[in-house]
Structure formats: C-alpha cells, structure tokens
C-alpha cells in the first residue's frame, strides 16, 4: 500500500474548530520517511490536537493528511500509525505484562512474536523487575514509559508521540531515545511534541513550531537560528570594578578596502559588559583587549551560542513549561 515517492505524512490545510475555539488553523508540513521531527510551542498550541486528529482521535474540521500518499481513513494507513498519547492510557489494574500483551494483541502483533516484543519493552523500559505488579500502583515516570511501550510495541512504521518524556528521569529519557533511535534506524519515522528543547535540538532532524494553531516556523535548528536571532554570539565579561565610562573597541572589517570602525560597549556604573560577536576568532581576542587597554581586568567571562531556547522566544515570547 505504500507509494514509493510519497512522504510518510502530508498534512494540507489542517482545521479543527471546538465550538467557537479554533485549535488548528490551517496547519500544513510533511514528515519525510525516516524522519524524527519535533513539534514544539506554547501550551495550548494545538499539538495534543494535530496528534489526536493524526492518529484518527479526532476528526478535523478541514484538510487533508495523506498516509504514505494514502487518505488517512483507507485500510492500512491506520495500522502504519501508532500513538503514544500526553494523557496516559494504560489498565491500573493489570500488571506490566499483562498490558503489553493487552496492547500487543490490540495491535495485532502476532503472538509468536509478542513474548519476544515484550521482553525488548521491559528491558528498554528498565521495568523487566515490575513486570508482575499492577501498574495502578507505579510512579508518574514508570507509568509513562508503560504508557510508551503500549504504543510503539508492534513497530508502527510511523510513531506519534505526544509529550512522551514528561516526569521521566533522565537515565531512563535515555534508554527511551536509544530505542527510539533504533526503531527509526529500522526505518520508522518519528513525530514528537515536546517541551524540552534540550531533547528536540539534540535528537531531531528537524522542527516544527507551533503557536495559537498555526505553523509559524519549520526548518533545522541551523535554518530557524539562522532565520530569526541569527549566528551571532552573546559575550558577557565581568570586569573587575565598574566602568567609568563605556569601553571603545576598534573593529578592522575585513573586505575590499578594510575599514576600521569602533563601536562602544557597557554602561558607566556596571561591572557587566555585554555584547554581541559574529565571528568569535576574528572578534573576541580584539574586544578582550579593548577593555583591558582601557584598564579593566576581566574576572569572568561567558560566550553564549544562540540556541533553541533563544529561537522559541524569539518566535513566541513565551517560555515553555516542564
Ligand atoms: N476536547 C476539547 N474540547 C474543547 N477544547 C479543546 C479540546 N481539546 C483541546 N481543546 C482546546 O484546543 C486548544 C489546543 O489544545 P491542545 O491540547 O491541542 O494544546 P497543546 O499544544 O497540546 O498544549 P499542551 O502543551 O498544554 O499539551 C486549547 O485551547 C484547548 O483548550
Ligand atoms: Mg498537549
């Protein structure tokens, strides 16, 4: 059933109304085979949605998605979709196993094979010790990563998941993107929602940012830093008593004819000097002398790189949440 060119996912013109509240409005992107894309934005944003109205939770208001070149509702294009949801869905009052069995018949894994699916869910999940007690009594983190196994167990060729690493500590975040990283190696494709930047900088290809229902930004880290805050480096230098005055730095630009500029840095009172560098070889060893020609010695000093962080508030103007 799969079209050999088509992308994983084709997303056209997406809108889902609640009443009067327009959650979608008008979202559009692709998710490209073997991709690992990262959804990101402000509570509210209207992920939790997409990802319900994706994996056919909830039925857009209008728009198209496309499965594998495929309508979303043909026979086929569901069962190449699996979904790990924000809300957790899990029965409390069986065990570990007897979920993943649950889960894994539901999703039709064939049981030759489940033994073997659930043995790889509770060595990643690092539960293999729980697996005989209820999960109604397990902590926030151990519950989600139950929660994640039940949705990625048969393999879907394409995974959503909605906030998987939400209260999951850190050893275990990183057992969590191993095996992500395996079943994307084996070919399956990976959309996630978010909050920490830290983990969508580092371990997608890609990002999308959405805000109030809309794609406002869609690009890799170096294409949305470029696009926004630019590469430039923030140099903060704490110098050893405050400046009588602000600092001149001359500046050679390099070129055709070399021109030589100064630019001035730091505040009269303040023992804080902050300013922004292009090209941290060719610039910072200037500024350092600058200010100590001028009878400063610096104390300290922090080159800050612009990141994701930077992008979303640029983008947003909201910080973000857990
Ligand atoms: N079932 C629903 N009925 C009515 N309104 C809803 C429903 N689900 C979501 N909404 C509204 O749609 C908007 C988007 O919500 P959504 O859950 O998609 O945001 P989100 O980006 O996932 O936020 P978060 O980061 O908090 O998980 C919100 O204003 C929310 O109140
Ligand atoms: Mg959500």
Excluded at 114 to 120: M, Q, V
Excluded at 206 to 224: H, K, N, P, S
Excluded at 236 to 260: F, I, K, S
Aim: hydrophobic share 40%.
């Amino acid at each position: 059933m799969i079209h050999a060119e088509s992308p994983a996912l084709e997303i056209v013109n997406l809108r889902k109304k609640y009443g009067r509240l327009e959650a979608l409005r008008g979202v559009e992107f692709e998710l490209s085979r073997g991709e690992c894309l990262a959804f990101l934005g402000p509570n509210g944003a209207g992920k939790t949605t997409l990802i319900r109205a994706l994996a056919g939770r909830t039925r857009p208001t209008a728009g198209t998605i496309k499965v594998f070149g495929h309508p979303i509702d043909s026979i086929g294009a569901r069962q190449a979709l699996g979904l790990v949801p924000q809300d957790l869905a899990l029965y409390g009052d069986l065990t570990t196993r007897e979920n993943l069995v649950a889960f894994g018949k539901f999703h039709g894994v064939p049981r030759r094979e489940l033994k073997k699916r659930i043995d790889w869910a509770l060595q990643w999940t690092g539960l293999a010790d729980r697996a005989k007690d209820l999960v109604g009594g397990f902590s926030g983190g151990m519950k989600r990563r139950v929660n994640l196994a039940c949705g990625v167990l048969h393999r879907p060729k394409i995974i959503l998941l909605d906030e998987p690493t939400v209260g999951v500590d850190p050893q275990s975040r990183e057992r969590i993107f191993t095996m992500l990283d395996q079943l994307n190696d084996e070919g399956a494709s990976i959309l996630l929602t978010t909050h920490h930047l830290d983990e969508a900088e580092q371990r997608s290809d890609r990002i999308v940012i959405l805000d109030q229902g809309r794609v406002i930004a869609d690009g890799t880290i170096d294409e949305l830093v470029l696009s926004t805050v630019g590469h430039s480096r923030l140099v903060r230098v704490r110098v050893d008593r405050p400046l009588t005055a602000p600092v001149a730095v001359p500046l050679t630009v390099p070129g055709n004819g070399e021109q030589r500029r100064t630019y001035h840095v730091g505040q009269a009172g303040r023992e804080l000097i902050e300013t922004r560098i292009d090209d941290v070889t060719v610039h910072l060893g200037p500024f350092l002398q600058a200010v100590q020609n001028n009878g400063y010695q610096v104390s300290d000093m922090e080159v800050q790189a612009p990141s994701l962080h930077h992008v979303f508030l640029h983008l947003t103007g909201n910080e973000l949440r857990d």
